[in-house]
């Protein structure tokens, strides 16, 4: 199973930073467009989009990237929190719906629980 939180580590990883990459990509097409814009009113709204619209997908997108570096490290939080976000995407229909489902499944799955455990002494003497 952990294959399994490997791969989703890393597909969250990347859609994040895709999501990142997005942000700085409309956040450059949006003020260029104002720029070009003879209106100053419509300048000033397209800024306005522009900065709303970076803080969303950044704000968003931070989040997967904190869960899928705490994925790929086995850390407990990381699994609660990665499994909220699947929750959440399962509203993105349909890659975000796949993504969630293969998430949730393979987070609570009763053999992957053992991995996020932290090893007692008792543990690894035995």
Same mark, same amino acid.
């Given at each position: ?5 490997? @791969?989703?580590? *890393? +597909? ?10 997005? =942000?700085?990509? $409309?956040?450059? &097409? ?31 997108? @931070?989040?997967? *990237? +904190? ?10 939080? =990381?699994?609660? $929190?990665?499994? &909220? ?42």
């Amino acid at each position: 199973m952990d294959k399994h939180v490997r @791969i989703i580590a *890393i +597909l969250y990883l990347v859609l994040s930073c895709l999501g990142l990459l997005t =942000a700085v990509f $409309l956040h450059y &097409i949006l003020n260029l467009a104002g720029a070009f814009s003879d209106d100053q009113d419509a300048s000033l709204v397209l800024s306005i989009v522009a900065n709303v619209i970076t803080v969303i997908l950044v704000v968003s997108a @931070i989040p997967g *990237i +904190l869960g899928a570096l705490g994925l790929m490290k086995f850390k407990e939080w =990381a699994r609660i $929190l990665m499994i &909220i976000i699947s929750i959440i995407s399962l509203l993105n229909f349909p890659l975000g719906t796949i993504l969630g489902v293969y998430t949730i499944w393979a987070l609570t799955h009763r053999e992957t629980l053992p991995l996020f455990s932290p090893e007692t002494p008792e543990k690894t003497n035995s």
